[in-house]
């Protein structure tokens, strides 16, 4: 059974930093592209950084480019998200998502971990 | 960027009635769209890839239809466990990959 399972939410001070991890099993990890996707409270989905299969490539959203690092150790079989410079308008659920049947195409998804910004 | 714009933002149906949902691409997009389902205090469901293929465990009452701009979710015949909020998803041309604003259905 595919499993995701995130950690590392909580709440920081506007300026801060946070480090999430997405913890993967069921599934050849090293196989699949993997993305960070959010939702601020009460709002819609939006997409902010995944990852090729080795790491080499990644991409993000414009709002957190410069501020926020995707990662992966496909040797611990985790997903990273380094989140710098937080701003208040980052608060939100991060979900952990599988690109199963297309890089883009999320067919698996963690439980999230709730972000808070706010002094 | 590519923008996908859903309508109605609400849909109330009763069930056993058929739900048509609506999802606009601001450009061509082919058939790279997709659409989930999130109850809840849950995280989304894949529902639906390729605007027309099924995921694996979903329903046959749930189906897509469209390509290039204009594509529909319908369910068939809504059952109670279906009421939640859909979004649909472009993963054409990324990055950026984005999301409609999502359709919440509601019991009527």
């Known amino acids: 059974e595919v499993q995701l399972v995130e950690s590392g939410g909580g709440l920081v001070q506007p300026g801060g930093s946070l480090r999430l991890s997405c913890a993967a099993s069921?599934?050849?990890?090293?196989?699949?592209?993997m993305s960070w996707v959010r939702q601020a409270p009460g709002e819609g989905l939006e997409w902010v950084a995944n990852i090729q299969q080795d790491g080499s490539d990644k991409f993000y959203v414009v709002s957190v480019k410069g501020r926020f690092t995707i990662s992966r150790d496909n040797a611990k079989i985790s997903l990273y998200l380094q989140m710098n410079s937080l701003r208040a308008e980052d608060t939100a659920i991060y979900y952990c998502?599988?690109?199963?049947?297309?890089?883009?195409?999320?067919?698996?998804w963690g439980q999230g971990t709730l972000v808070t910004v706010s002094s | 960027e590519i923008v996908m714009t859903q309508s109605p933002a609400t849909l109330s149906v009763s069930p056993g009635e058929r739900a048509t949902l609506s999802c606009r691409a601001s450009q061509s997009i082919g058939s790279n769209l997709a659409w989930y389902q999130q109850k809840p205090g849950q995280a989304p469901r894949l529902l639906i890839y390729?605007?027309?293929t099924r995921a694996t465990g979903i329903p046959a009452r749930f189906s897509g239809s469209g390509s290039g701009t204009e594509f529909t979710l319908t369910i068939s015949s809504v059952q109670s466990e279906d009421f939640a909020v859909y979004y649909c998803q472009h993963y054409n041309n990324w990055p950026p990959i984005t999301f409609g604003q999502g359709t919440r259905l509601e019991i009527k």
């Open positions: 069921g599934f050849t990890f090293s196989s699949y592209w």
């Open positions: 998502a599988r690109g199963g049947l297309a890089a883009a195409v999320f067919d698996h």
């Open positions: 390729g605007a027309s």
